[in-house]
């Protein structure tokens, strides 16, 4: 449930929850079901890996990991080009990145990394340049998902093994 609260001069704080949860099938193909807010808990999501690791059945984690950054900019894009009463005729958001894995599994070395982000927008508009790139200014600050990505957060994990907690140092 969102909570939002006025703190003065029109600038409003809002905190929401989404929750996920997602299951191993066959091979490495993935269900993924959304837990809260409830109106998305009708959705269900699949994954797989491409043919060298996978069936290729779904698209892979990585692929709905840049999906996420495009959606959420164009959502937010859509929404504050409503709120400053900018015309949208159409928006396309592209994002690129590079991985690279280095180390070795069964050394416990493994470590993966993202070496860039290449975020491409798109759009369509009468409005005056300098409102349009307010407005992307806007979506980008306003996207959960790219400031996830540009100021990492902490991640804390926790592992039950046969129902019983089990410590995992990083």
Not at 22 to 42: N, Q, S, W
Not at 158 to 163: E, I, K, P, S
């Amino acid at each position: 449930m969102a909570q939002q609260e006025t703190t003065g001069q029109d600038i409003q704080r809002r905190e929401f929850v989404v929750s996920v949860e997602t299951e191993a099938l066959e091979g490495h193909r993935k269900k993924g079901v959304f837990l809260e807010p409830d109106y998305i808990r009708e959705f269900t999501v699949y994954c797989d890996e491409g043919p060298r690791l996978g069936a290729n059945t779904a698209p892979p984690p990585i692929g709905y990991f840049l999906q996420s950054a495009a959606f959420c900019t164009l959502t937010q894009l859509t929404r504050y080009g409503e709120m400053m009463k900018i015309g949208v005729n159409h928006a396309k958001v592209s994002v690129r990145a590079r991985f690279r894995t280095t180390g070795s599994v069964l050394q416990e070395t493994i470590e993966a990394s993202t070496l860039d982000f290449e975020v491409k927008i798109e759009v369509d508009s009468d409005a005056p340049p300098e409102r349009v790139a307010a407005l992307i200014r806007n979506a980008e600050a306003g996207c959960y998902v790219m400031q996830a990505i540009r100021n990492p957060v902490p991640v804390t994990t926790t592992v039950d093994l046969n129902g019983e907690a089990l410590e995992v140092k990083a």
